[in-house]
């Protein structure tokens, strides 16, 4: 039984999902170039002499260091918003990946091979799976360090040529792009990564359960498919094998899957996938399966009661050290309760719309935050290159008489053992609901 039809539905899912992730990130990244541009546009319009900012008046009273840390920060602050996004995007890439092939291989084998709600554990492990040896955590760390020393570079650099605002800018929006097309690219081989390796995961299991499962790999046939010395996937189109054998990738090279392989030259923007076959089905059948819905086979898993459902802890129980969490003022004052911040602005006045909260009383809603935090719904999000990242979901009542769903991020930097708040942001009810159910 040749399961090609669902691996190009799946495909299908995939590159739409992708593309939502693509514009996420591009946003971020406008974000960051409009702070930046008018941080400089400021910078000049202080202290330009005849159009030209000079090196020698910068350093003094620290305006470069000032400058530059400035920038960072914000390199920061995008930086983990992409990461979370990606992060996001990837476990439900997984979950949905793993669901699918299942429900596949049950509607065509006709056979109930009791697939239940995958554990928090092995979705991690499928996400921190390294490509080029590192992490998605550690390669999002790397980009980060490099733009942070380039931004460096750039302004320092156009500072001792006596560039013009425009030139600067022109530089550090090259930067920029430069960052936005590496973080674009991970986001496409990683979310080709584990769309492959969560249908392959449900077709191995489904091979231990009798169903005798064969996969072939399949290259797109057009001329971007990759044929060098190192990587041949022209040569690779049609191989089929076992499913739980490993492809011959020449060279003396091996690999389980495209986008799985551990070699860069095989997994970097591959495009291939591959195709499943059900050979042969052992066992008791029944063809009432084949009238089975997708979404009637993924809230069979969810509702499955051999599945084991993680516990909604406190925060107090999840987040280390929470008496001692930190509040940073000015994620409220200058941030999420600023209306003329150019990316905190829209979460402001939402705040104050809804809650009545804005910089006049901020310090009621910090109060608030802190007080509620302990018992609030709390998550862990992982490593994102910093730290251990943790998200809150807090229903707090405002001025205003009326509440809403506040999610609250924190981290806990690697040598550390305080509690940093990151973020803090009204969250719709519908989404928050779902993160408490899903998580």
């Not at 792009?177 to 492959?196: F, S, W």
């Not at 690697?414 to 803090?424: Q, V």
Request: aromatic fraction near 8%.
């Amino acid at each position: 039984m040749d399961l090609e039809k669902y691996s190009e539905k799946l495909e299908d899912w995939a590159d739409k999902e992708l593309k939502k992730i693509e514009g996420s990130i591009r946003f971020y990244y406008r974000q960051l170039v409009n702070v930046a541009l008018g941080e400089l546009g400021k910078i000049y319009a202080d202290y330009e002499d005849d159009g030209v900012l000079t090196y020698e008046s910068m350093i003094k009273y620290d305006r470069l260091k000032k400058f530059i840390d400035s920038l960072n920060e914000h390199v920061d602050t995008m930086s983990i918003e992409v990461q979370n996004s990606i992060s996001t995007h990837l476990a439900e890439s997984y979950v949905y990946s793993y669901s699918w092939m299942g429900w596949a291989i049950e509607n065509e084998a006709r056979r109930n091979l009791q697939y239940s709600s995958l554990k928090v554990e092995q979705i991690r492990a499928a996400l921190d799976n390294p490509v080029k040896g590192l992490t998605l955590s550690q390669t999002l760390e790397k980009n980060r360090s490099d733009i942070i020393y380039k931004i460096q570079q750039d302004v320092t650099q156009s500072l001792v040529r006596g560039s013009s605002y425009k030139d600067m800018a022109e530089s550090l929006k090259g930067t920029f792009e430069g960052d936005y097309e590496k973080a674009i690219r991970v986001a496409r081989t990683e979310t080709h990564r584990v769309r492959e390796q969560g249908a392959l995961d449900s077709a191995k299991r489904a091979n231990q359960k009798g169903i005798l499962m064969l996969k072939k790999w399949r290259n797109m046939k057009d001329s971007r498919v990759r044929k060098k010395s190192k990587a041949n996937h022209i040569k690779m189109d049609g191989m089929q094998i076992p499913v739980d054998d490993l492809f011959d990738l020449g060279n003396g090279e091996s690999g389980i899957a495209p986008g799985n392989t551990g070699y860069a030259h095989h997994d970097i923007n591959c495009r291939c996938l591959l195709v499943y076959e059900i050979e042969d089905v052992q066992g008791q059948t029944n063809d009432d399966l084949a009238k089975r819905t997708f979404e009637d086979f993924k809230n069979a898993m969810d509702n499955d009661s051999s599945s084991s459902t993680e516990v909604k802890k406190r925060a107090s129980n999840v987040i280390p050290n929470i008496k001692n969490a930190k509040f940073i003022d000015q994620k409220l004052t200058y941030y999420a309760l600023d209306k003329n911040h150019p990316t905190g602005g829209p979460k402001a006045v939402l705040f104050d719309d809804l809650l009545g909260y804005n910089q006049s009383n901020w310090k009621h809603l910090k109060d608030t935050i802190m007080k509620q935090l302990p018992d609030s719904f709390t998550n862990s999000k992982g490593h994102n290159g910093h730290g251990e990242t943790y998200e809150s979901i807090l229903n707090i009542s405002g001025p205003s008489g009326r509440s809403a769903f506040i999610l609250t991020g924190w981290i806990v930097k690697d040598n550390t053992d305080t509690p940093t708040l990151t973020t803090a942001y009204i969250i719709e009810e519908k989404k928050a609901k779902k993160k408490m159910e899903d998580d």
